[in-house]
């Protein structure tokens, strides 16, 4: 079965601290992975998109990590603003998307 | 600015008075999703259309039903709202079914209240 699992579940860092949020999964023929944060009351934003083995993509202090069963969030000295949950979601071969239940990220200035 | 709007932020409805949300893109986009998202779970899918093709999920219960007049509007009927409905609903577009490059946009979200 299909599966997405994201660890932890809720992290708290002080402002400054790195990090990384994992989102481990099990797929049939995954197409693609991505990485989106949801702040309380709100939709998800949509932050990266990968799709095979070794590749990066960053953003101000985030970077995105693949490997064939896991992929990483890294936050490189964060701030209060960067607190969320950050949610992982894959697609399948069959185009499926599926979500995992997010990590809660608090920094505590 | 282009993007994906979901009327109401909030809902409150009775148990069992039907209920509709309202989800409309300025996007262009070919494919318009829901979702349900309960407190500190994952969205789960509960139907998408590709243009106007519709697409249930096996596990979406019959309660709900969905409609997409054209392109830039979407709507979620719930039939007969149980306290077990209560949750975000969030709509999504993609450009096609992959999702690329820019993953899914999401609404919003209505917050969804059965008293």
């Known amino acids: 079965e299909d599966q997405v699992t994201q660890s932890p579940e809720a992290l708290r860092l002080q402002e400054g601290e790195s990090s990384s949020l994992n989102c481990s999964y099990t797929?049939?023929?995954?197409?693609?992975l991505f990485w989106y944060r949801q702040d309380p009351g709100k939709g998800p934003e949509f932050l990266f998109t990968?799709?095979?083995a070794g590749e990066e993509k960053e953003k101000e202090r985030l970077k995105a990590t693949l490997t064939k069963k896991e992929s990483f969030l890294h936050i490189t000295a964060p701030k209060p603003e960067d607190s969320a949950t950050y949610l992982c979601?894959?697609?399948?071969?069959?185009?499926?998307?599926?979500f995992g239940k997010g990590t809660r990220l608090h920094i505590l200035p | 600015d282009a993007m994906v709007i979901q009327n109401p932020r909030y809902q409150v409805t009775q148990f069992g008075k039907p209920v509709t949300l309202s989800c409309s893109q300025t996007?262009?986009?070919?494919?318009m999703y829901w979702y349900q998202q309960k407190s500190s779970q994952a969205p789960k899918l509960l139907f998408h259309y590709y243009d106007k093709d519709f697409n249930n999920e096996a596990d979406t219960p019959d309660n709900f039903q969905s409609r997409r007049p054209n392109t830039s509007f979407c709507f979620l009927d719930i039939r007969s709202p149980g306290l077990g409905d209560a949750a975000m609903y969030l709509c999504?577009?993609?450009?096609?079914?992959?999702?690329?490059?820019?993953?899914?946009?999401f609404g919003s979200g209505t917050r969804l209240t059965v008293v």
């Open positions: 979601a894959v697609q399948a071969g069959d185009d499926k998307i599926i």
């Open positions: 996007l262009n986009h070919n494919v």
């Open positions: 999504a577009t993609s450009r096609d079914s992959s999702g690329a490059p820019g993953g899914y946009t």
């Open positions: 797929v049939s023929g995954l197409r693609g």
């Open positions: 990968l799709y095979s």
